[in-house]
């Protein structure tokens, strides 16, 4: 399948770390669902621009530099019963706040990626009449992403 959508995508989340971060490592792990997620923002690496400035010919050049490999603002409609979102909420202000969190995504086609990185935040969105109440989760991912390839 080389076009999808985004129905069916699921993230899972954990408050521990593989032993390696591989496939291998990655799906020891015991992923918790995360539900009532509504928006999965865009996420991966990006460089930094290095730039040099030689005065003698006046033409910036540019470089690659460290690699960042994002963040993510996830968009979620807010379930205090959720275990995943109980995760979200632990790792703010919680037991661990300080710690890392392994995260799995799942697409339609079977394909997961894999990542661990921090969550700074679980707040909530009241909204207006005739919405629902939400919430966003702020991960702040600090290892590179782990792309695994649906079995056949």
């Given amino acids: 399948m ?3 959508t985004s129905t069916g995508v699921t993230l899972g989340v954990v408050a521990d770390v593989p032993a390696t971060f591989d496939d291998t490592g990655y799906s020891a792990l015991t992923f918790v669902d995360v539900g009532a997620l509504v928006d999965l923002p865009e ?11 030689p005065l003698a010919t006046g033409i910036v050049e540019k470089f690659k530099g460290f690699i960042n490999n994002g963040s993510l603002s996830l968009g979620l409609e807010i379930d205090f019963e959720d275990a995943g979102q109980s995760i979200f909420e632990t790792a ?13 995504i799942t697409y339609p086609d079977g394909t997961t990626e894999y990542f661990t990185g921090k969550i700074f935040s679980y707040t909530r969105a009241t909204g207006s009449a005739n919405s629902m109440i939400g919430s966003t989760v702020q991960v702040e991912i600090d290892t590179a992403i782990v792309r695994v390839a649906p079995t056949p």
Avoid at 43 to 53: M, T
Avoid at 92 to 104: E, K, L, W
């Fill in 43 to 53: 996420y991966g690496p990006s460089a930094a621009v290095v730039e040099s400035n």
């Fill in 2 to 4: 080389a076009k999808m």
């Fill in 92 to 104: 703010v202000t919680g037991a661990t706040q300080n710690d890392q969190h392994s995260f799995q």
